[in-house]
DNA sequence: GTCTATAGTCGGATAGAC
DNA sequence: GTCTATCCGACTATAGAC
């Protein structure tokens, strides 16, 4: 068992109390989040916060480069995707086109995934929260995922629309494609009232993921032709 | 000066305190907000808010009660405007399917006006907390205007694609429609970054009115004819 | 209806033993 | 690295003067 002691206790202590302060902290907010609570949920001591983090503001930051590192797993393995794909069908025309939208389909269909399986009810509360006050936190988190994700979009529907990439037409698409999606994790509450989903069961997900592809092929329409599915089933992209 | 009388000095103080800890609560979550802050915020004696409302958790309902009055006035218009436009064209066929189409472009129209220049940024952080975390506040929510609004949507959409009302599938394309627009006011730190707005102008709610009115028509196409809108231009009604 | 004063609780940060 | 004990500030709610 000397493996497990690789990781020293203090990492172990310095994960257990990310794990439990993104939970505090999505529930109550930064300033009504006690260190007391964070550290009891942790099973640790509380003095532990200020020896491993020298505070709490720096517990507060260290969850979100936390969550960063899950999210860029998940996103960067689709950049390099688009981008080879792309690659290999440099050319212009229709098929490009249809390339681009079923990228677009595979990509949206990964991101729908990964909201809906990978991001829990606590990462959201915490993601959402800095989007409307940025502070020090959102800085890592735009430049580490949102950005990304936003340009690839843009990379795509330009394709897709002959929008210029830059333009903020296609910025605007990019963002209002994002939110078609993100709703369902955003309006958690008319979620369980208005469809009746308690919580996203698989099937809920499935039922959504239908609805989006039907309302993204009338948005981007390409001309009609045999549909060539770049990664197998869309969405089914890891 | 009797006339400013009519309301008594308790009931401006109930105003002014209920606009106050809108904006706190908004800022801190319900349980950092302290009733000092509020007090002060709302430049009256801090013993008051026991007096008029009981408690914090009262004023915080008061809050939503208040919010809700405000949002009721703008969507029960439109329910009545609906109602009244599609009673003037009972009959079936694609005339009545364009003028759903319409009606559609009006009401997410008035939404995007709604959110983007009468409902301010403290109330979507309120109301953004309260789906996360459904509590006593929600229920208010939901019951006066979320469940009004999403059933306007549906009844529309349902005109428009054939798909019944009541069907799940009905319901999942009237949130997705209402994300798409809401993501402009919940992601307000990408909207920041990645259009570069730091406020919503005029202007920029301009921009993102015309791109959602293109994302729309090809979401929900009708048969080619010439557009005839029901209330004047797309989304000055009010 | 409004104010002051206060009781009682809980917060973050830290010093020092182990 | 971990724990106990503690300082001091901020919190809600309330009692009672005006």
Redesign the pocket.
């Known amino acids: 068992m000397t493996n497990t002691d690789a990781v020293?206790?203090?990492?172990?202590?310095?994960e257990t109390l990310i794990i439990s302060a993104i939970e505090v902290f999505s529930h109550s907010g930064f300033?009504?989040?006690?260190?007391?609570?964070?550290?009891v949920a942790a099973?640790?001591?509380?003095?532990?916060?200020?020896?491993?983090f020298?505070?709490?503001?720096r517990?507060y930051l260290a969850t979100f480069e936390y969550m960063l590192d899950h999210l860029q797993c998940q996103i960067k393995p689709l950049e390099q995707m688009v981008s080879q794909e792309l690659a290999k069908a440099a050319h212009v025309g229709p098929e490009r086109r249809e390339l681009a939208l079923n990228l677009m389909q595979t990509v949206m269909g990964a991101v729908i995934d990964l909201f809906s399986e990978q991001v829990d009810d606590s990462w959201v509360r915490l993601l959402l929260r800095e989007q409307q006050e940025p502070g020090e936190a959102y800085k890592l988190l735009y430049d580490g995922v949102m950005s990304h994700l936003l340009s690839l979009l843009c990379r795509l529907i330009s394709m897709v629309t002959d929008l210029p990439e830059e333009s903020e037409a296609c910025r605007i698409r990019a963002f209002m494609l994002l939110g078609q999606v993100l709703i369902l994790r955003i309006a958690t509450g008319a979620a369980t009232c208005f469809l009746g989903w308690e919580t996203l069961s698989a099937c809920n997900v499935a039922a959504f993921r239908v609805q989006f592809q039907h309302s993204l092929e009338s948005q981007f329409p390409v001309l009609p032709s045999c549909s060539t599915n770049v990664s197998g089933e869309a969405g089914t992209y890891n």
């Open positions: 020293s206790r203090g990492d172990h202590t310095r300033d009504a989040a006690s260190t007391r609570a964070i550290a099973g640790v001591n509380q003095g532990l916060i200020s020896y491993h020298g505070s709490k503001q517990l």
